[in-house]
């Protein structure tokens, strides 16, 4: 006679495998050192908070349709990634590895993936390519790490076709990346080094909205004056660098942060978009879009001057 056996009685002994979400499978928080036999139907597999500094192969071999892999705070290196193991998972969508010990990132990376995280390890690599064929990425985060200038560059970065988020902060780079694509629409470089930015720089990135650079180098000589002027930006965020003046923003910026550097005076005649007399709130375009600005942490004295509140109808919230 034919028996059924449920294959869901071969869950790893360190593991959990809760019957109400059967393609799960937690190992997390175990003290494992080594990756324990996986279910071939897994398609989740926990195992953040370890001690694991090998993922071979073998261990994984039978984990060929897991859709999500979280490798977070464990201590695996770039010698300690097999060749092949994470490119044979055809179906990979999430792949997290922040706060391990990578020194370079990992490479091959499966068709699949849609979101790569790698924050908090000791980056310096991008190995050229790395990211060719990869056309569904949209989120890198590269934040902590130690990539300097000559490690992002357009030939480390191609291939990054379709890709929204990048997070570089905390790096060591002097300079803005090159390379990125234009479909970036979430750009963080906080806390890094950077003293200057190219002149239309953004032209390449039409659909910028969100752009970090606080805690960088920034004087208001190494902004051209114009380069932030571009119509895609919502947010903008300075704070925490060199500038001496306000630099020229877009009609359509709701959030501006540019607390914590040197600027002396603020006026709607150096900050507002469009000429304070256009400002006409019967015509809905004219109206700069600013909702929040942060001004804290420079040498402008109060009151904010009535011109600047003239200019920005849609304020909500200003800190000076
Ligand atoms: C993979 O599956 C085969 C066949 O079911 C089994 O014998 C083997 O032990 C499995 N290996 C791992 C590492 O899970
Ligand atoms: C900023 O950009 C807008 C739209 O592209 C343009 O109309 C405007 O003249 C620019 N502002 C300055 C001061 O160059
Ligand atoms: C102003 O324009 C925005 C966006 O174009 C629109 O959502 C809003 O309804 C308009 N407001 C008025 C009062 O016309």
């Not at 993936?113 to 310096?124: C, F, K, M, P, Q």
Request: glycine share 4%.
């Amino acid at each position: 006679c034919f028996v059924f056996v449920p294959t869901l009685h071969t869950c790893p002994k360190e593991c959990r495998c809760p019957p109400n979400f059967p393609r799960a499978v937690y190992c997390d928080n175990k003290g494992l050192t080594s990756v324990p036999k996986i279910p071939p139907h897994t398609w989740y597999l926990y195992l953040q908070n370890n001690l694991i500094e090998v993922l071979s192969a073998d261990a994984l071999r039978n984990a060929t349709q897991l859709r999500w892999l979280n490798l977070n705070r464990n201590k695996i290196t770039s010698e300690g990634l097999e060749e092949g193991v994470l490119n044979s998972m055809s179906h990979l969508v999430h792949l997290y590895m922040d706060d391990n010990l990578l020194s370079s990132v990992p490479s091959p990376l499966p068709a699949t993936l849609e979101h790569l995280r790698l924050s908090r390890n000791r980056i310096s690599k991008i190995p050229a390519g790395v990211f060719i064929g990869l056309d569904k990425l949209n989120l890198l985060d590269l934040q902590g790490n130690k990539l300097m200038d000559d490690a992002v560059t357009e030939v480390s970065l191609k291939g990054l076709n379709n890709l929204v988020q990048i997070n570089l902060a905390k790096n060591q780079l002097t300079s803005m990346p090159l390379g990125l694509p234009p479909t970036t629409t979430q750009l963080f470089l906080d806390g890094n080094n950077i003293e200057k930015i190219p002149v239309g720089y953004f032209k390449g990135l039409p659909k910028v909205a969100f752009l970090r650079l606080n805690h960088n180098k920034l004087g208001s000589s190494g902004v051209p004056k114009n380069v932030f002027n571009v119509s895609s930006i919502l947010e903008l965020q300075l704070s925490h660098n060199q500038l001496t003046e306000v630099p020229l923003i877009p009609s359509g910026l709701e959030h501006l942060h540019l607390d914590h550097n040197k600027i002396k005076s603020v006026s709607g005649s150096n900050v507002c978009p469009v000429s304070v007399d256009a400002v006409d709130d019967s015509v809905n375009d004219s109206v700069p879009r600013l909702r929040y600005l942060r001004l804290d942490g420079n040498e402008i004295k109060p009151p904010i001057p009535r011109d600047v509140i003239l200019c920005f109808r849609h304020l909500r919230s200003i800190v000076i």
